[in-house]
T-cell receptor
Framework: KAGVTQTPRYLIKTRGQQVTLSCSPI?????VSWYQQTPGQGLQFLFE???????NKGNFPGRFSGRQFSNSRSEMNVSTLELGDSALYLC????????????FGPGTRLLVL | GIQVEQSPPDLILQEGANSTLRCNFS?????LQWFHQNPWGQLINLFY???GTKQNGRLSATTVATERYSLLYISSSQTTDSGVYFC????????????FGRGTSLIVHP
């Protein structure tokens, strides 16, 4: 099976812009979760989608949003980018949810200037 | 919120050595996972272990939820074990919102 893929792999944006990141899960996986990793805050959980519904949400402002499509592919969007949004964004997929083994993508590295 | 502390923060080993990584948490949890991030950034989910002991090859993990800690054992370490090991915990309840520790950075020399 193909692994989890994320696009784009690298992205440079300027403050105030918005960005959309994409995650394609492993075939048959219905859960997609998103994480942010920065040197200052470490790894933080953003949200989880399961069968097109947001099931869990971390403590991030409303500028961070996501969605999941019927084929389980997921997108996350960050509006009004801030310098502090520069990070590695990771997505993971699993069959039934985050209590199961999650398989991670390679990440999207976002730089906000 | 829940506090997660991992120790040691850094660890350097020679190939073949054994090691124990620790994860302490401040509140009662019924969800705990261990992850490994290799030097190229790829994250791997090692264990989901809310309690008890699990083993996978040279790695094993034990969680004692009542005493609020978990241990990850690496035996006969190899250079490919290098990277950062994270634990993540989530409190009891309907939702699952994991909190990650800062990680233990492991370097295994040949």
């Amino acid at each position: 099976k193909a692994g989890v893929t994320q696009t784009p792999r690298y992205l440079i944006k300027t403050r105030g812009q918005q960005v959309t990141l994409s995650c394609s899960p492993i075939s048959g996986h219905r859960s997609v979760s998103w994480y942010q990793q920065t040197p200052g805050q470490g790894l933080q959980f953003l949200f989880e989608y399961f069968s097109e519904t947001q099931r869990n949400k971390g403590n991030f402002p409303g500028r961070f949003s996501g969605r999941q499509f019927s084929n389980s592919r997921s997108e996350m969007n960050v509006s009004t980018l801030e310098l502090g949004d520069s990070a590695l964004y990771l997505c993971a997929s699993s069959v039934g949810g985050m209590r199961e083994t999650q398989y991670f993508g390679p990440g999207t590295r976002l730089l906000v200037l | 919120g829940i506090q997660v502390e991992q120790s040691p923060p850094d660890l350097i080993l020679q190939e073949g050595a054994n090691s124990t990584l620790r994860c302490n948490f401040s509140d009662s949890v019924n969800n705990l996972q261990w992850f490994h991030q290799n030097p190229w950034g790829q994250l791997i989910n090692l264990f989901y272990i809310p309690s008890g002991t699990k083993q996978n090859g040279r790695l094993s993990a034990t969680t004692v939820a009542t005493e609020r800690y978990s241990l990850l054992y690496i035996s006969s370490s190899q250079t490919t074990d290098s990277g950062v090991y994270f634990c993540a915990v989530a409190v009891s309840g309907g939702s699952y919102i994991p909190t990650f520790g800062r990680g233990t950075s492991l370097i295994v020399h040949p």
